[in-house]
């Protein structure tokens, strides 16, 4: 599979695109996640082709498909994008049975509106939470939505990069500290995975920093103190984690990056 030089990408989402979780995100927002990697792969490939290449990332924590196929969508549309990655769902998953149609038809029609305007959509899934023992209802959402991807991607002719059925995501190696989101590992998984689809040339090869071994009571005693509380707390006053942020690329911004700058290495 040959590269098609991508001139302009735009990515949409949640936390998990706005790369929570990668190491280093407390810090500095800027190349964390799997859609900043991918991008910084892409600027790599468009520059060993002479090409420019620009990047937004529009995804903010916390938001819902419904967000995310509104507000997010008629930005990046304002944008002429010629790649569009959707990663979404994931703050759907507790309503998932009474949102499902909605959610299919949100899409169905975000998809149709990007191809309208010439831009190749990439649907990515979520990995299956399987690492959570007492995470199991997600764990069979997370499939019916990849089933619903997967069937929307055939009826759409988009490319589905189906991460909920990888099974390294069973492992703790691929999720952060907080359980929720992507481990650097994780990130730089997926990140590879879009880059194998759209056929680059160039892969993601950097070592993460942090690696999680297992969960020790410390662990979830802390986890319950720093993530839990919170949240339940945020559900109580009927807001998110995202309220009032931007997103972390609300603007295309040309990029340019050579292959030895970011620990890449040629295939």
């Avoid at 949640?14 to 190491?23: K, N, R, V």
């Avoid at 280093?24 to 600027?43: E, P, Q, T, Y």
């Avoid at 099974?167 to 190696?173: A, I, K, M, R, T």
Wanted: with cysteine.
């Amino acid at each position: 599979m040959s590269f098609h030089p991508y001139r302009k990408y735009v990515a949409l989402g949640d936390s998990l695109t706005e790369g929570l979780g990668d190491d280093g995100f407390s810090k500095n927002r800027k190349d964390k996640g799997w859609a900043d990697r991918l991008a910084n792969l892409m600027a790599c490939e468009a520059a060993n082709l002479g090409q420019s290449f620009s990047y937004a990332n529009l995804a903010v924590r916390g938001q819902n498909t419904l967000s995310i196929l509104t507000c997010q969508l008629e930005m990046a549309l304002e944008m002429k994008p010629d790649l569009v990655t959707i990663m979404t769902g994931a703050n759907d998953l507790r309503s998932l049975n009474d949102r499902l149609p909605s959610m299919l038809a949100l899409l169905r029609g975000a998809v149709t509106r990007f191809q309208a305007i010439g831009a190749k959509v990439v649907l990515i899934s979520l990995a299956q939470p399987a690492h959570l023992s007492f995470a199991k209802a997600f764990v069979h959402r997370s499939r019916v939505w990849a089933e619903t991807l997967e069937g929307l991607s055939k009826e759409l002719g988009v490319e589905l990069v189906n991460v909920n059925q990888m099974s390294v995501f069973e492992s703790l190696h691929y999720w952060s500290g907080d359980l929720v989101h992507y481990s650097a590992k994780g990130h730089i998984k997926i990140a590879n995975a879009v880059a194998d689809k759209l056929g680059l040339e160039v892969r993601d090869y950097s070592e993460p920093t942090e690696i999680m071994e297992r969960l020790s009571v410390l662990h979830m005693l802390k986890w319950s103190i720093v993530e839990v509380l919170p949240f339940i707390g945020r559900q109580i006053r009927g807001v998110n984690a995202g309220t009032g942020m931007e997103p972390k690329e609300l603007n295309l911004r040309e990029l340019t990056r050579e292959v030895d700058e970011l620990e890449l290495v040629l295939n």
